[in-house]
């Protein structure tokens, strides 16, 4: 009886709230009530996507279940498959696979208004240019292009037609991602001090993509860094980076698996990250913000968050971190197509800008320097226009 002054009101007197992170809840709550606010009615995109490499099938996935996109071609080298794809998606003759050599009939079409390209690097530069001079919206896998000066014309092209041109970089999308940046904008950790970000590949890539990839600064880091930009809303004025190749097939193509690197920014923020091609026991991703109010940690995540085992003298154990980017991204990669689509038939702002990824390609070619040179390179931004709100 001495708590029962403490049981207040009845629950069904209350207002139904629910914590604002559980974002699955919120898609759930916007479905059932219909909230258009969310998904006006929009005419469907029609599409072609280029490439069912890593990346690719990914991104076929997520159209083929998306109702806002009518997927009319694949474009895949690996004609062999063709049969195959045709049978595990039940594509009907709606849908019509062509090697590249036939990607003119792509552009030509005139019903087609987006593109999507999951190839490998080496062939996104002309499959930006041929889509956006037929008017098409193009979704591109980073980088855009093999170099910068490239990347530059892709942009240009794209607003001389008045197109929009997306690069991938999906961990924004990530729910744990977005969560952090947003609080440290909220000034919960005060002025941030110590950026560190974590990047452990798993699987180990072959080395066939990885001849195609642009190198690991590029291919890889290029998350790491835009990670910490896009957190901090600001540019490093220093790079030093360090890399080993310890694995011989690596090293034989001149390329590196383990890099250390470390991003001094005006602000007097430093940014420290390690990145490797192999982790044995998962995709190891984590991102830790320390300010001088406070620390704010991403951890990895797993397949079964709330199952822990307590067998013999073992001590505890958990269900292993998820193996790859397709499982630990998934909800980011899911993300990223719908913002895209908004871009485009909403016309919400790109959150994935030209100079944004400028930048961060500029970044890691500075980081690269430094690895091969072993000395630290320094940015100047005078003549790059960046505008004073990076992010």
């Known amino acids: 009886m001495a708590t029962q002054k403490f049981s207040g009101p009845s629950p069904y007197k209350l ?14 709550v916007n479905n059932v009530t219909l909230n258009h606010d969310v998904k006006p009615p929009k005419k469907p995109v029609v599409a072609a996507i280029f490439g069912l ?34 049978k595990y998606w039940n594509f009907g003759n709606d849908v019509t696979l062509l090697a590249s050599s036939d990607a003119q009939r792509v552009y030509n079409d005139k019903e087609v208004n987006v593109v999507f390209i999951g190839s490998p690097t080496w062939t996104h530069h002309d499959i930006v240019v041929n889509s956006i001079a037929n008017n098409k919206d193009v979704f591109c896998e980073k980088p855009i292009a093999e170099n910068i000066e490239d990347t530059k014309k892709c942009y240009e092209a794209a607003k001389s ?12 999308f990530d729910p744990s991602y977005r969560a952090l940046k947003n609080r440290v904008r909220n000034g919960e950790v005060g002025h941030v001090q110590i950026l560190k970000v974590t990047a452990r590949d798993s699987p180990l890539p072959s080395i066939d993509y990885l001849k195609t990839s642009g190198g690991v600064f590029h291919d890889c880091l290029v998350h790491d860094f835009d ?19 310890l694995i011989p097939e690596v090293k034989a193509i001149d390329d590196f698996d383990t890099i250390a690197f470390l991003l001094t920014y005006p602000s007097g923020t430093v940014v420290l990250g390690d990145n490797s091609r192999y ?41 292993p971190i998820y193996y790859s980017f397709p499982s630990r991204f ?11 689509l908004d871009v485009v038939t909403r016309g919400v702002p790109m959150e994935v800008t030209d100079y944004q990824t400028l930048a961060i390609s500029k970044i890691a070619t500075a980081a690269e320097e430094s690895a091969r040179t072993g000395k630290s390179v320094e940015l100047d931004w005078s003549k790059d226009g960046i505008p004073a709100n990076y992010s």
């Not at 037609?161 to 924004?172: E, P, W």
């Not at 990670?227 to 190749?245: I, K, T």
């Not at 998934?330 to 990223?336: A, L, P, S, T, V």
């Open 161 to 172: 037609k008045g197109r929009v041109l997306f690069s991938a970089f999906n961990r924004r």
């Open 15 to 28: 207002p139904a709230t629910y914590p604002k992170e559980d974002y699955i809840h919120t898609d759930y």
């Open 227 to 245: 990670m910490a930009c896009w957190v901090l809303g600001e540019l490093p004025c220093r790079v030093q980076a360090s890399a080993s190749a």
């Open 330 to 340: 998934r909800e980011g990669y899911k993300n990223e197509l719908e913002h895209f």
């Open 279 to 319: 982790s044995a026991y998962g995709y190891d991703q984590r991102l830790e913000v320390f300010g001088n109010k406070g620390m704010i940690k991403v951890e990895n995540e797993r397949p079964y968050h709330s199952t822990q085992a307590y067998i013999g003298h073992e001590g505890v154990k958990e269900s």
């Open 53 to 86: 490499g890593r990346a690719g099938s990914i991104h076929l996935t997520s159209i083929i279940n998306n109702s806002r996109i009518v997927l009319k071609y694949v474009v895949d080298d690996r004609t062999e498959r063709f049969a195959d794809l045709k």
